[in-house]
């Protein structure tokens, strides 16, 4: 059985933390294939740039998948729908019986696919065998939008050889953020809360990079915030060790596996109240959610987590830790293999 993955989302100089759940699924996968079993992948490497460098970039990579148009593939595993769902559709014309799966990782299908392309993509999607949404929100999208019924709920999943908690490690930091600094990831209204907290009695890490870093420099200048870029994992364990809380306060989501991976390493999550992380936190178990936007209610979340008895604080890590221990690489690796072999075989 031969399996090739096609994805836009991996990691590179530019954009390291981005795609790198797809690279660890390919090294998983690689590593539990047996014998007669060979993965392969083809992805763009990610990097900032304009939209018409972003039209080229895409362009270049359609050009560059054409030997593949005439490998013979037994699964075809595509993560983010949106646009290479037209690169794989052309490969199913030329080898129909090649099985199509599909990951869908949350913007693929929540902004990509719109009421002008909608009824175009519902009929190349009909290519798709089988479909992976990553959430159960996106899941409900994927039927509404494209008409495609839901394969298997499976998030990207969590290496726990590399998140896992670590006790002992002092705390450094209040509240960690790992993810891009863009305005998607609401990274705005976090700086915005922090600017209104008095005493400036909370200390922050961020780790990402992105468009809003110039203003979190300025913050840095009168609040305790320390910046780290390009970071490896092992690196990001450390600081989510040394952190008490994780902070995301996304606008859109798929189903986030930076959230889960702060809750390995032990620590209860604050994030926005949006459906994909309401799949993820239960309030007052293994964190909180605060509304979206709403800088005054989440300026509130921070010092009240930030002054939480070390009781209540030990309650929530303990929740945090027994969080989906269920969505490990390696389990969710071994049900992506298993769907190929049944695919493959029908």
Same mark, same amino acid.
């Given at each position: 059985?031969?399996?090739?993955?096609?994805?836009?989302?991996?990691?590179?100089?530019?954009?390291?933390?981005?795609?790198?759940?797809?690279?660890?699924?390919?090294?998983?996968?690689?590593?539990?294939?047996?014998?007669?079993?060979?993965?392969?992948?083809?992805?763009?490497?990610?990097?900032?740039?304009?939209?018409?460098?972003?039209?080229?970039?895409?362009?270049?990579?359609?050009?560059?998948?054409?030997?593949?148009?005439?490998?013979?593939?037994?699964?075809?595993?595509?993560?983010?729908?949106?646009?290479?769902?037209?690169?794989?559709?052309?490969?199913?014309?030329?080898?129909?019986?090649?099985?199509?799966?599909?990951?869908?990782?949350?913007?693929?299908?929540?902004?990509?696919?719109?009421?002008?392309?909608?009824?175009?993509?519902?009929?190349?999607?009909?290519? =798709?065998?089988?479909?992976?949404?990553? %959430?159960?929100?996106? /899941?409900?999208?994927?039927?509404?939008?494209? $008409? #495609? !019924?839901?394969?298997?709920?499976?998030?990207?999943?969590?290496?726990?050889?590399?998140?896992?908690?670590?006790?002992?490690?002092?705390?450094?930091?209040?509240?960690?953020?790992?993810?891009?600094?863009?305005?998607?990831?609401?990274?705005?209204?976090?700086?915005?809360?922090?600017?209104?907290?008095?005493?400036?009695?909370?200390?922050?890490?961020?780790?990402?990079?992105?468009?809003?870093?110039?203003?979190?420099?300025?913050?840095?200048?009168?609040?305790?915030?320390?910046?780290?870029?390009?970071?490896?994992?092992?690196?990001?364990?450390?600081?989510?060790?040394?952190?008490?809380?994780? =902070?995301?306060?996304?606008?859109?989501? %798929?189903?986030?596996? /930076?959230?889960?991976?702060?809750?390995?390493? $032990? #620590? !209860?999550?604050?994030?926005?109240?949006?459906?994909?992380?309401?799949?993820?936190?239960?309030?007052?178990?293994?964190?909180?959610?605060?509304?979206?936007?709403?800088?005054?209610?989440?300026?509130?979340?921070?010092?009240?987590?930030?002054?939480?008895?070390?009781?209540?604080?030990?309650?929530?890590?303990?929740?945090?830790?027994?969080?989906?221990?269920?969505?490990?690489?390696?389990?969710?690796?071994?049900?992506?293999?298993?769907?190929?072999?049944?695919?493959?075989?029908?």
């Amino acid at each position: 059985m031969r399996i090739l993955l096609i994805t836009n989302m991996y990691p590179s100089k530019a954009k390291p933390y981005a795609g790198i759940f797809v690279r660890n699924q390919f090294e998983e996968l690689c590593r539990i294939s047996r014998e007669g079993e060979q993965v392969m992948i083809y992805f763009m490497r990610r990097q900032f740039t304009s939209r018409a460098g972003s039209v080229l970039k895409y362009l270049k990579a359609f050009v560059r998948f054409i030997p593949h148009m005439f490998q013979k593939y037994d699964v075809v595993h595509l993560h983010f729908f949106y646009p290479l769902i037209y690169l794989v559709w052309v490969y199913k014309m030329i080898h129909p019986g090649a099985k199509v799966v599909v990951t869908f990782h949350g913007e693929d299908i929540t902004r990509h696919v719109t009421d002008s392309n909608q009824g175009r993509l519902r009929k190349i999607s009909r290519i =798709v065998d089988f479909t992976i949404p990553v %959430g159960t929100t996106l /899941a409900n999208m994927v039927e509404k939008k494209l $008409g #495609l !019924p839901r394969g298997k709920v499976l998030p990207v999943g969590v290496n726990n050889r590399v998140f896992y908690n670590e006790p002992g490690i002092a705390k450094t930091y209040d509240f960690i953020w790992i993810g891009s600094f863009i305005y998607r990831k609401g990274l705005d209204v976090l700086i915005q809360s922090i600017r209104e907290l008095p005493n400036n009695d909370c200390s922050f890490c961020f780790c990402g990079s992105g468009e809003l870093l110039p203003d979190l420099q300025e913050l840095q200048r009168t609040h305790a915030i320390t910046i780290r870029q390009n970071q490896t994992q092992e690196e990001l364990r450390g600081l989510l060790n040394a952190s008490r809380y994780f =902070v995301l306060m996304s606008r859109n989501e %798929g189903f986030p596996t /930076a959230t889960i991976e702060a809750m390995y390493c $032990g #620590l !209860p999550v604050l994030t926005s109240d949006i459906p994909q992380f309401r799949e993820q936190v239960t309030n007052g178990v293994n964190g909180y959610t605060s509304p979206m936007d709403d800088i005054t209610a989440l300026k509130n979340a921070l010092l009240k987590l930030k002054n939480l008895p070390e009781k209540e604080y030990q309650l929530l890590q303990e929740g945090a830790l027994k969080s989906f221990k269920e969505l490990s690489l390696q389990q969710v690796c071994q049900t992506i293999m298993e769907t190929y072999r049944k695919l493959a075989a029908d």
